[in-house]
């Protein structure tokens, strides 16, 4: 053995092809990893440029396009009635699923005894979280439009999106209680209170930073959401809501209306308000890091 | 966590006086949020309930609850026609109640997205977990999220702005010589394939990372390549969470609505062309939303049945999901 | 350590040490002014030792001194760590394993490594030992039934799984688990296995039947055994490296030399049990 020399020490070894073999590898899961990446800036710049066209070519004026209603004639349409439901629908939704959400996950993760019915919960709201958004509709057009004899308006609406954004509320909000330490209750337990005093002065304070940051973001989700809105018919209608009994059509519903439109003038139309849409997610998404930033060293 | 104070016996430590209030408002308390956990199953229940009960004055002329009244039951629409069925057009004037174009439409969106998602997805998460530096990952994961997190109508528009007339219509012209619509089949598959890349990656990538180190130093031990170690070790030791992210994107993709019904159209039909208009189930039931559909009518109650059909889909995912994690645990420790 | 345990360790050290003097002492490994360093904390201080091959070394020392650090530095598994800077030199029958040229996966086909934790693949028993050699592109299904065979009697685990090849090697009791690592480990014929405290997640039983293979296995390869274990040295070495704290290579000598006369103050102190 102590023979070999430096050089054919490892002569026996031909590594040469798979070496090769992992390079090559590595080049395909590189480009495959990129390749989302790469859709997103796409999307990104054609959105980016249909609105810089619109802008341009088809003289969309910003401030009138946040300041007036749809239209059937393109050079007159505009977002603000679309705008104003989609707020009015987020603070509908926020009232309908946040209550009852964070209700059902202090339940889940504070009360709850390890029975059959608390597992046929959970694995509900696993079974819940994916049912199509479109269903969700079907169960408002049913249920609320014409069951309660509701009619298309945005309350309608507001229940369908508050019924599929429960569950991620709930899942969410979950997490942030599990993350409180056991410690942390039963030092309040200890001390004689009551369970429902140890979670209303200790452990929901302590999880809500957490809780928050689900909430907003479920909302994000809803704010985006089309397909239920269009079930319970949110469409066509191009005035600003004047109230919850109204009847409305929100922000995704106007861009698919526009987008739908065979004039190239509202494509464009359609990508000014995906601007203005996306603007909405990206504040929301910030307003959700800030809080989980502002507080996550003080717990 | 739940602990019973009621409970407590011996010299002044019965439950009254001051703490016997707290506590009947702690049972109080728990009794309204049970109540708020119960409406999550009111909710599952509503929806079998609404689909089952208008699905059926699809097919029996009434619904279960009229049913129960007394109603007379005759057959409006065969099952065998529905499920057999090759013409689909239930508000036509000859109508059609064969369910089998909408059902190709979707299945059809769904494997050529499933040809997207899964290999592009899956090789996200061999990069993000095996190749991958940490700043390299700590740029690629948040990207990956944005995508994951863009509403459904802006990837139909993305569909039908950009994907359909810059990418497939032009080698349809130049490669097949056809003249393309506004929709296809093709853009639909991969509008619906980039949106579910996400969730296949995400997903696959913590089953990834959650096999111990132990097993990779000991493959790398016996002079295995990374390429060794992330085919043959950590991928068929993660294969039961990377198969679940296969089937979330799956029942996803049967379920999306918005970005395939703006990217593949509204034409029922069957056909192996790809370049070719379709309607997928959803895309009909946002159709049949968008007319003016009058309560009672066929068409209305054509909605449910297929509405029916699509949950039982997403369903069946959901359980086969739920069955696959049970059954394929990771065995390590 | 008591006195009693003392003398015994020195009995046995002389017995074992009878079986293999008679081969000539080859260097297989050798390191020269050794240093590793996991960002900037210093793990491994200028070591230069001489490996001989086939003969056991252990490495003995408290807990931190950088015995497994010395172990990884040998088949390049510190390349897994990101922070870690290995300089000076460490050459492998005269090539420096550190040099530009050398693979460390062609490395570790020629040095094998068994980890303190068994970490059988969750595969059946006869592909955690076929993995080796698949890896290395041997598929003849033939073959591999005779390696796997013959590495797994070389490991002494045959008779226990001859029946249940495929089964899964975490079924496996803690022992054969490790025993199967070592099974996987000899498939590939290296030259040297390393072996980093393979019995501290072991009972007593089954760590003395590892202790009994390593015996054997020395036959045919040169062993490097780090071990947290001073009697397990004693027994089954012939040859002990004792590091200290800060990663500082303080004796290396003839098993028996240093258990029963060791020439540094600080390692008499460490044996006899007051330092460490």
Redesign the interface.
């Known amino acids: ?2 023979s ?3 050089h054919d ?2 002569a026996d ?1 031909d ?1 040469g092809w ?2 090769r ?2 390079r090559i ?2 080049g ?3 480009a ?2 990129m ?3 790469v ?2 800036a ?2 990104l710049f ?2 980016a440029t ?1 609105l810089y066209v619109g802008l341009t070519e088809y003289n969309i004026n910003l401030v009138d396009f946040l300041t007036r209603d749809g239209s059937r004639r393109e050079e007159l349409s505009g977002f603000r009635g679309a705008i104003v439901a989609s707020i009015m629908l987020m603070v509908l939704v926020t009232f309908l699923a946040f ?3 964070v ?2 996950a ?8 390890d029975n059959r019915i608390t597992r ?2 959970e ?6 979280a ?10 408002g ?3 609320f439009v ?2 309660v004899g509701m009619g298309p308006i945005l309350l309608a609406g507001a229940i369908a999106l508050g ?1 599929l954004v ?2 991620i509320i ?1 899942v969410s909000a979950q997490e942030a209680l599990r993350a409180v330490p ?1 410690g942390v ?1 039963n030092g309040s ?1 200890a001390t ?1 209170a ?4 140890t979670i209303r002065n200790v452990v929901l304070p302590a999880a809500m930073p957490g809780i928050m940051t689900g909430t907003i973001l479920a909302l ?1 989700r809803a ?5 239920p809105l ?2 319970v ?1 949110a ?2 209608i191009n005035r600003m809501p004047r109230g919850p009994f109204d009847r409305f059509s929100a922000m ?1 519903t106007q ?2 209306n526009w ?2 439109e ?1 004039s190239q003038h509202f ?1 464009h139309l ?2 000014t308000g ?1 601007v203005v ?2 603007s909405f ?1 990206f504040v929301m ?1 910030l307003i959700a890091i800030y809080i989980r930033h502002r507080y996550e060293t003080e717990i | ?3 019973d ?1 009621t409970d407590g016996s011996g010299p002044g430590i019965r439950g009254d006086g001051a ?1 016997g209030a ?2 009947a ?2 049972r109080r ?2 009794r ?10 009111l ?2 229940l ?2 079998f309930f ?2 089952i ?2 699905a059926a004055s699809y097919f029996f002329g009434a619904k279960l609850t009229e049913m129960l009244l007394g109603a007379s039951v005759e057959r409006t629409v065969k099952f065998t026609e529905f499920f057999t069925g090759t013409r689909w057009a239930p508000d036509h004037a000859t109508p059609g109640h064969g369910v089998l174009p909408i059902v190709f439409g979707t299945l059809a969106i769904t494997v050529g997205a499933a040809f997207v998602s899964i ?2 997805g899956t ?2 998460a ?3 977990s095996e ?2 530096s940490k700043g390299v990952r700590s740029k ?1 994961k948040p ?2 999220e ?2 994951a ?10 569909a ?3 994907i359909n007339p810059m990418i497939v219509a032009p080698i349809a012209e130049t490669v097949f010589d056809i003249n393309m619509g ?1 929709y296809s089949l093709l853009s639909g598959m991969l509008v619906v394939g ?1 949106m579910t ?2 969730m296949v ?1 995400s997903i696959s990538e913590d089953a990834m990372s959650a096999v111990p180190d132990d097993l990779r130093n000991g493959a790398y031990a016996l002079g295995a ?4 170690v ?2 043959r070790i950590v991928l068929p030791a993660s294969i039961s969470g990377v198969f679940a992210s296969y089937i ?1 994107a799956v ?1 996803r993709a ?5 970005a395939v019904t ?1 990217a593949a159209g509204m034409q029922p039909q069957i056909t192996a062309n790809p370049f070719a208009e379709i309607m997928t189930m ?1 895309a009909y ?2 159709k049949m ?2 007319g003016t559909t009058a ?1 009672g009518t066929v068409e209305y109650q054509s ?2 049945a297929v ?1 029916l059909l ?2 039982v889909m ?2 069946s ?3 086969l ?2 069955w696959f994690k049970r059954r394929f645990q990771e065995e390590y420790r | 350590m008591s006195t009693e345990e003392q003398s015994l360790i020195t009995t046995e050290v002389q017995t074992e040490n009878t079986t293999r003097t008679d081969r000539p002492d ?3 490994l050798e390191s020269r002014g050794l240093d590793v360093h996991y960002g900037d904390e210093r793990a491994l201080s200028d070591v230069s030792i001489e490996i001989p ?1 086939h003969k056991v070394t252990a490495i003995i020392g408290p807990s931190g001194c950088g015995k497994s650090t010395f172990l990884r530095s040998i088949n390049r598994m510190n390349d897994q760590i990101d922070a870690c800077r290995v300089d000076g030199e460490l050459y ?4 420096n394993v550190y040099d530009d040229d ?2 460390p ?3 570790r ?2 040095i094998g490594q068994v980890f303190q934790k068994p970490n059988p693949f969750p595969k059946s028993v006869y592909d955690n030992v076929a993995y080796g050699l698949r890896v290395q592109g041997l598929d003849d299904k033939l073959d591999l039934d005779d390696a796997v065979e013959r590495a797994l009697r070389g490991a002494a685990l045959w008779d226990e799984v001859e029946g249940k090849l495929d089964s899964s090697g975490l079924d496996l009791s803690g022992g054969q688990q490790q025993r199967l690592c070592i099974a996987r480990a000899i498939a590939t014929d290296p ?1 040297v296995i390393l072996m980093d405290e393979p019995t501290s997640a072991l009972d007593p039983v089954a760590a003395s039947k590892i202790e009994d293979l390593i015996d054997e296995l020395v036959e045919e390869y040169t062993v490097v055994i780090v071990t947290h274990n001073m009697q397990q040295a004693a027994r089954i070495s012939d040859k002990t490296a004792v590091f200290l704290t800060g990663g500082e290579l303080v004796e290396f000598d003839d098993t028996a030399t240093i258990f029963e006369d060791p020439a540094d103050d600080r390692v008499e102190d460490y044996i006899t049990g007051k330092f460490g």
């Not at chain 1, 202090?106 to 009360?111: A, D, F, M, R």
């Not at chain 1, 994916?130 to 169960?139: C, D, F, K, T």
């Not at chain 2, 390549?225 to 060794?228: G, H, L, N, V, W």
Request: glycine share 8%; aromatic share 10%; charged share 15%.
């Open positions: 053995m102590s070999e020399t430096d020490l490892f070894v590594l798979e070496h073999k992992n590898f590595l395909i899961i590189f495959a990893s390749f989302g990446v859709m997103l796409l999307l054609d959105v249909d209550f009852v959400g209700g059902s202090i339940y889940l993760e504070e009360y709850a005894p046929l919960i694995a509900n709201l696993a079974n819940l994916g049912v199509p958004s479109i269903v969700y509709g079907l169960l057009l049913a249920a014409n069951g019924l429960m569950p709930i056991d209750r337990l004689g009551t369970q429902w005093q994000a704010i985006g959401e089309t397909a269009i079930m018919g469409i066509f995704p861009i698919y987008a739908n065979p494509i359609a990508a995906i849409l996306l997610l998404n | 966590m739940s602990t104070v703490v707290d506590n408002t702690d308390v728990r309204l949020l049970f109540g708020c956990a119960v409406i999550t199953v909710t599952t509503a929806i609404v689909l009960d208008n290999p592009i090789a996200t061999i990069y993000l190749y991958s690629l990207t990956l944005i995508l997190g863009i509403p459904t109508i802006v990837y139909g528009y993305f039908i702005a950009f506004r980039i890349i996400p990656s390549t990374k390429f060794d992330s085919t979330l029942s049967i379920g999306e609505t918005m703006l959803t039931m946002v939303a968008r309560v909605l449910f509405g699509l949950f997403t369903l995912m959901n359980l999901n739920d | 080859e260097t297989v091959e492998f029958h005269g090539k050398v693979d996966v062609a490395l086909r020629k030259e």
